[in-house]
């Protein structure tokens, strides 16, 4: 299976502090993988790097076998990869309808807009019966169903995807990763970070531990959930 998205040597700072230092990391074309790690790690570093949120001072990204690490955020959405940022970030001020839209700014297909947004609500349906409602006013499971929803219309091959189990009831975890799979068995790379290292490893087919900003471990998401001192760190 051929690397949709690869990392070699990636390190990012903010100002003299290292955040990530020499990340080597692939995601395979069709493939959930993991990246864990405690707070501080490093994780959400990584996606923003990966999306040009934040610049990397040293290595080079690929996707698609292209270089993105000196684009622009603008050209990375375009070339097919979306983030879901951590903390269910929506514009709260706007309905739910609006924040759909402002996922596809970069697109200028109507008619294809109008079909992915009925797609999200086939994804989504709470979002249908939210559709006027303010983004702010949603709960906190809906708030994060729209964040993902919002990153799909921008129609990614890659989906990087920020703790999407945080905050929530096991109820609500559960139903956020039954639509994960959902979107992975229709065609969708996901790059996941996630807290919840149990659920990761059970989502994905293989995972990256940080640790002080750097790959620790590595491997198949299996085998690391039967090894011990993988259990014994992350999992409990």
């Known amino acids: 299976m051929a690397d949709l998205l690869e990392l070699r040597g990636v390190s990012a700072a903010y100002g003299r502090i290292q955040a990530i230092a020499g990340i080597d ?110 983004a702010g006013t949603l709960s906190g499971g809906e708030q994060q169903m729209l964040v993902i929803a919002r990153a799909l219309m921008a129609r990614p091959r890659l989906l990087l995807l920020d703790e999407p189990s945080l905050g929530l009831s096991p109820l609500l975890v559960e139903k956020i990763f039954e639509i994960i799979h959902r979107l992975n068995r229709e065609g969708l790379s996901i790059l996941l970070v996630e807290q919840n290292a149990s659920v990761a490893l059970g989502a994905s087919s293989e995972a990256y531990i940080l640790e002080n900003g750097e790959v620790a471990v590595k491997g198949k998401s299996a085998d690391l959930r039967q090894d011990d001192a993988v259990r014994r760190s992350y999992i409990g």
């Open 25 to 134: 990391l692939s995601v395979p074309e069709g493939a959930i993988v993991a990246l864990l790690g405690a707070n501080g790690a490093g994780k959400t570093t990584t996606l923003n790097t990966i999306s040009r949120l934040v610049p990397a001072t040293t290595g080079s990204i690929l996707f698609e076998g292209k270089p993105i690490e000196r684009a622009t955020s603008h050209a990375v959405v375009r070339a097919g990869i979306s983030q879901v940022p951590e903390g269910r970030e929506v514009f709260r001020e706007m309905s739910v309808a609006e924040n759909l839209e402002m996922g596809a700014y970069l697109r200028s297909d109507p008619r294809g807009i109008r079909d992915d947004i009925e797609r999200a609500f086939d994804y989504f349906p709470i979002l249908k019966q939210r559709y006027q409602q303010k």
